[in-house]
Structures are given as structure tokens and as C-alpha cells.
């Protein structure tokens, strides 16, 4: 079900047929380098993470992680974006992946700037913060591009590693 649209991207929710989809991008080595192994190494893996994530996050907050697909490439698939409230952080966190071929083409801010966006206009949320290592340049380029600034180092999850917490009023 298709969510927003942008110039070159539609955005859409993640369904169990995007396994495939899903497989790929989580073994890429950005993932593996900046979000950490998920062990989703076969297709039904990859159906099963979609039905305890994503669906489970639309069904339960109305929001989720959505597809970006390329208008221009017959929609293709080149990551995802969205929303996500983690227990262990005050604000929705707002996240972002995609291939490795489609970084640093401007879909990453289209996406991201769209469903912040939504987030306002439609989840009626009024704060959204991220959360990213250190080493990874990028995405903290794309968070400050986005408006969010740096509030403090965090440990939200149990590896106890220090990530650091953006954030924005919307």
C-alpha cells in the first residue's frame, strides 16, 4: 500500500512478498558495518522479520518502515525508510537504508524529508530523534541535513554500544 509520494520515489509499506527484497539489503556490508547482523540468511527468515517488525509496527502505532521504490527504474526496490518507536528511547525514531549503488543520490533526504512529513502531518508526531554510530559519517550528514541536531551519547540496547541521539521538533 502505497504511503507518500516525492519527486522520483513512491514510498510504500514492507510486505512479506519483499522478502527477497529484504534478504539483500540486510546483508549488505553498510547494514552489517552500521546496523549489525540481523542472521536473516534465507527468504523465510527474511518473511518472518517482516511480520514481527514491520507489520507488527503498522498494526500496532499505525507506522512503520516503509519500501522506496525508483519511479524511473520501473520501482525498483533501493531501501527504506521510516518510523519506529523504540521503548527504550523518548521520541519515534526515524531511520533510513538502501543499497550501496543508490548512496549519495539525494534519495535518502527525499525519502526522509517526506515521511518526516508524514509524521507530522499524518501520525501527529511532534518530536522525532535518530540514532547512529559515530563512524558513520553519512548518516549523521543526512540527520544534520535533515535538521536534527546531536543531543548526547545513548546505550539503548543491550550490546552496550554508544550511539549517538539526534533529534527535532517537527
Known sequence: ??????????????????????LELV???????????????TVE??????????????EKHG???????????????????????RDNLDYVDIGFSMLPE???KG??????NEIMKLAKNEFGIKNICAITLPTNK???NLLEKLGLSYQKTVKPFEDDEELLLFAKDL
Not at 27 to 41: A, E, Q, S
Not at 107 to 112: I, K, L, M, N
Request: hydrophobic fraction near 35%.
Open 45 to 58: 527468515a527474511a518473511a518472518e522479520h517482516i511480520e514481527n517488525n514491520q507489520v507488527k509496527c503498522y
Open 63 to 85: 507506522f512503520g518502515y516503509y519500501k522506496m521504490q525508483v519511479k524511473a527504474e520501473s520501482l525498483r526496490t533501493i531501501g527504506t525508510c521510516g518510523l519506529l518507536k
Open 107 to 112: 534519495y535518502g533526504y527525499e525519502a526522509t
Open 1 to 22: 500500500m502505497q504511503i507518500a509520494e516525492t519527486t522520483r520515489l513512491l514510498l510504500s509499506k514492507i510486505t512479506v512478498d519483499d522478502a527477497p527484497f529484504i
Open 138 to 140: 553519512p548518516s549523521i
Open 102 to 104: 543508490y548512496h549519495g
Open 27 to 41: 546483508n549488505t556490508p553498510g547494514w552489517l558495518k552500521y546496523i549489525g547482523d540481523r542472521n536473516i540468511k
